[in-house]
């Protein structure tokens, strides 16, 4: 029996995505489990899996454009049956049957005829002029963004945006990606010759007084609404330390010697964060309204700069992870973060980020809490600076760490322990490696 395929609420309260692409053709068998498409949320791209065997019938959302979630994006058919049996399942639930289906109105009642009570003769009044016919409004066509229905355009969300960008046609690049897929370089490729097409639509409109208007992407919207909602709700405080690291500088070295996946300073800091929640586990806490969630494992969200924005996917059981896991899965993480690859699941959970602009040669900086998560640690640069050790003073290459924390779930008496067992493990790096 041929049935509906609606858009699922594939992020948790949201009210509608885009499917960025059909990973199937029209016609084409699958089976339980296979991906018939790729859904783009405000953060990430998500596999739609088929829940049973089947033929992809009719396709009625077009690649690109916003859905409601619980809308019909294709009607999904068995074996034998026809596109008499397509048009049927459409027409049951109100849309009229065809490759880009309509929902039909329903029938507006219209009211009964009231009776007008006779006039009783009066003096005569002078006539009533017709009103003139207005004429009717001609219709505006619609502007829509991307290939006209039923032309499929396979590209990844970074080239969407790429070319969003760079105005370009998405139906003039010739994609180099798996069965033909417009990946970025190619975006990018295209952008770079001087007589390449622009896009209809209009990105950026310049005003009169001297700027670009650049209308805001979906990710950007939700990194406001997030950090807006954060800091009027969320009570922050911050605790402040400076890290000696020139022996974590010296052990890093000589581990990249002969270590065939490089290891950052971040790697390390990550690998601490963990080891000082082994050292103070009261703080591994989060805030609900009626308790304290005290979790068993330490899920660390890794701050990552990507075009569309600032992604937070989140690497689980950093306590039970080598260093070596740690810097593998940070570096699969962040790339696929800026490929517009992640899992809806992977950018979830935690109680804790580290967002480091140390490598940007930022010396100190306050990060703004990633809700639920109860602290978040800012990492700065490390930079040579005269200190003092035992009544001397010498030169010593200095990391200043500050940590925002939310006072509901974390005391400062606690987070200052928390902060001194962080930077113990800091500044005595084999610690961390046992």
């Known amino acids: 029996m041929a049935t509906v395929l609606r858009m699922p609420e594939v992020m948790a309260n949201a009210h509608e ?9 029209e016609g084409s068998a699958f089976s339980v489990g296979d991906t018939l498409a790729e859904v783009e949320t405000e953060k ?67 009211p009964e005829r009231v009776p007008v009570p006779e006039l009783v003769e009066g003096p005569p009044r002078p006539p009533v002029p017709e009103p003139k016919p207005v004429p009717e409004p001609q219709p505006v066509p619609e502007l829509v ?28 690049i010739v994609g180099s990606g798996p ?17 390449a097409p622009a896009a209809p639509a209009v990105i950026g409109e310049l005003a009169a007084g001297g ?19 954060s800091k009027s709700t969320v009570p922050h405080f911050y605790v402040t330390t400076d890290c000696r690291v020139d022996e974590l500088l010296a052990v890093r070295a000589r581990i990249n010697e002969s270590s065939p996946i490089k290891i950052s300073v971040n790697d390390f800091v990550i690998k601490a964060v963990a080891s000082a929640f082994a050292d103070v586990p009261s703080a591994n806490v989060t805030w609900t309204d009626t308790h304290l969630r005290l979790w068993d494992s330490v899920d660390i969200a890794v701050a ?19 260093l070596r896991q ?34 940007y040669g ?60 962080f930077t113990a493990r800091i500044e005595n790096p084999l610690s961390i490696l046992i």
Not at 73 to 78: D, E, K, R, T
Not at 97 to 103: E, I, K, M
Not at 211 to 229: D, N, Q, V
Not at 305 to 317: E, F, Q
């Open 44 to 110: 990430a791209l998500v596999d739609l899996p088929a829940e049973q065997d089947g033929i992809l019938g009719r396709i009625l959302a077009v690649p690109g454009a916003t859905t409601e979630v619980g809308a019909p994006i294709a009607v999904l058919i068995s074996k034998g049956e026809t596109a008499a049996d397509i048009d049927a399942a459409l027409t049951a639930i109100g849309l009229t049957a065809g490759p880009t289906a309509v929902r039909v109105p329903e029938q507006i009642p219209v």
């Open 362 to 421: 930022t010396t100190e900086f306050s990060a703004i809490l990633n809700p639920p998560q109860s602290g978040i640690l800012a990492v700065g640069a490390a930079k040579p600076q005269a200190v003092v050790v035992d009544g001397q003073v010498v030169a010593a290459t200095v990391m200043r760490c500050t940590l925002s924390v939310d006072h509901r779930a974390v005391d400062g008496a606690l987070a200052a322990q928390w902060l001194a067992a």
């Open 179 to 195: 069965n033909g897929r417009i990946v970025r370089a190619d975006v990018e490729a295209a952008s770079s010759k001087p007589s």
């Open 17 to 25: 995505a885009v499917v960025s692409a059909w990973t199937i053709a």
């Open 326 to 359: 740690v810097a593998s899965q940070v570096s699969e993480l962040a790339g696929r973060a800026r490929a517009g690859r992640l899992r809806q699941d992977e950018l979830e959970g935690g109680s804790f980020s580290v967002s480091n602009l140390g490598m």
């Open 145 to 172: 963004e991307g290939p006209p229905p039923g032309t499929r355009i396979f590209a990844s969300p970074i080239a969407r945006v790429k070319a969003r960008e760079a105005r370009l046609d998405l139906a003039s």
């Open 211 to 229: 700027y670009t208007a650049i209308p805001h992407t979906g990710m950007r919207k939700a990194i406001a609404r997030r950090l807006t909602e």
């Open 304 to 322: 990552v700069a990507t075009d569309g924005g600032l992604l937070t996917p989140v690497l689980r059981g950093v306590d039970r992870l080598t």
